[in-house]
């Protein structure tokens, strides 16, 4: 158990839809990933929230859009659904997200929504 | 900007055999290096990281060498067992940021 939660497990909604998914990180990390798995696409990094703010973005699409609580806790919402959204979706957390050298701290990773878009 | 290749699978192979994935990157300067597994139904989990040229990661069995010189670091084990039946993915972080790129993933298959 890595001790990051996601929720839903499953997810099932139409194209033009909007949908929620939420991520709990481990306690005590600041840092929360967002990454999308797909068959054709492999993992893709989609954002970086550390301590409320955002820290890096990747290949995310501007229908979505995430946000990290005062809780720490992260969501991540996708609108507009489309065919090609069906994924699964991880989020992970780490200790820091600091800008440093030496920063390594490793991912931990949560066991992922899986969305499907009909 | 950095990338990971790592080589296709599936790869199929009998228990006890010898496994090798390779894993090459593209990345200015001095990146950390990362294999991390993906059990079926599961996120992934760090299996064994490098940090530096010449480090060796190793953990339940698996190494990895981390190789400046052919920008490699290959994962081995030398006895597979049909619980390392996963998908294994090599991953870089630069080193003066956060996110980490992903290879493509190499999916193995033990048979007993």
């Known amino acids: 158990d890595s001790g990051v939660t996601q929720t839903p497990k499953h997810l099932i909604t139409a194209t033009g839809q909007r949908v929620t998914l939420r991520c709990s990180p481990r306690?005590?990390?600041?840092?929360v990933y967002w990454y999308q798995q797909s068959l054709d696409q492999g993992l893709q990094f989609l954002i970086q929230y550390y301590n409320g703010e955002e820290r890096a973005k990747g290949n995310i699409l501007e229908r979505f859009s995430a946000q990290q609580f005062p809780d720490l806790h992260s969501e991540l919402n996708l609108s507009s659904l489309e065919l090609g959204d069906s994924a699964l979706y991880f989020c992970?957390?780490?200790?820091?997200?600091?800008?440093?050298?030496?920063?390594?701290?490793?991912?931990?990773f949560g066991n992922g929504t899986r969305l499907t878009v009909t | 900007g950095n990338s990971v290749t790592q080589m296709e699978g599936p790869v199929t192979l009998s228990e006890e055999a010898f496994l090798t994935i390779n894993c090459t990157y593209t990345a200015t300067g001095y990146p950390s290096l990362f294999w991390y597994v993906q059990y079926p139904g599961e996120g992934l989990q760090l299996l064994l990281k490098a940090t530096k040229a010449d480090d060796k990661g190793s953990n339940k069995g698996f190494e990895a060498t981390y190789r400046k010189e052919t920008t490699s670091f290959h994962l081995e084990k030398g006895s597979v067992q049909v619980s390392d039946s996963a998908v294994y993915f090599c991953a870089l972080r630069e080193a003066a940021g956060n996110k980490l790129t992903f290879g493509g993933g190499t999916r193995v298959l033990v048979k007993p």
């Open positions: 992970a957390s780490s200790e820091t997200g600091l800008i440093s050298g030496s920063d390594n701290s490793p991912l931990h």
């Open positions: 306690s005590g990390d600041l840092s």
